[in-house]
């Protein structure tokens, strides 16, 4: 089975920057692309960013092209999301998932979902 936890979310200004990371378990990591999608309230969750399993390819959202950056550590089985330059509108759940492709994960999301990790971005 798998487990997915993130961390890393808080409260930040405008401007600021955080790292969310997702610490995957339960399958062997290299296979599979990971995700992170985030939902504010009211709203439907959304795609963020998305990373194959050999990290070569990578998806982002337009909306967070060129402030946030999604990698990979195979050796400790966690995915990041470093978040730049951070704007009132990203404040959101954050949260994780697996599957298949980076492509699939950027349409649909994955089977497998962290617990979420908050972010809060004031201004």
């Known amino acids: 089975q798998v487990q997915l936890v993130e961390s890393g979310g808080g409260l930040v200004q405008a401007g600021g920057s955080l790292r969310l990371s997702c610490a995957a378990s339960?399958?062997?990591?290299?296979?599979?692309?990971m995700g992170w999608y985030r939902q504010s309230p009211g709203k439907e969750r959304e795609f963020v960013a998305a990373?194959?399993?050999?990290?070569?390819?990578?998806y982002y959202a337009d909306s967070v092209k060129g402030r946030f950056t999604i990698s990979r550590d195979t050796a400790k089985n966690t995915v990041y999301l470093r978040m730049n330059n951070l704007k009132p509108e990203d404040t959101a759940a954050y949260y994780c998932?697996?599957?298949?492709?980076?492509?699939?994960?950027?349409?649909?999301?994955?089977?497998?979902w962290g617990q979420g990790t908050q972010v809060a971005v004031s201004s």
């Open positions: 990373i194959s399993g050999n990290g070569g390819i990578t």
């Open positions: 998932t697996t599957g298949t492709t980076a492509q699939a994960l950027s349409l649909n999301g994955g089977d497998d």
């Open positions: 339960g399958r062997t990591f290299s296979r599979y692309a």
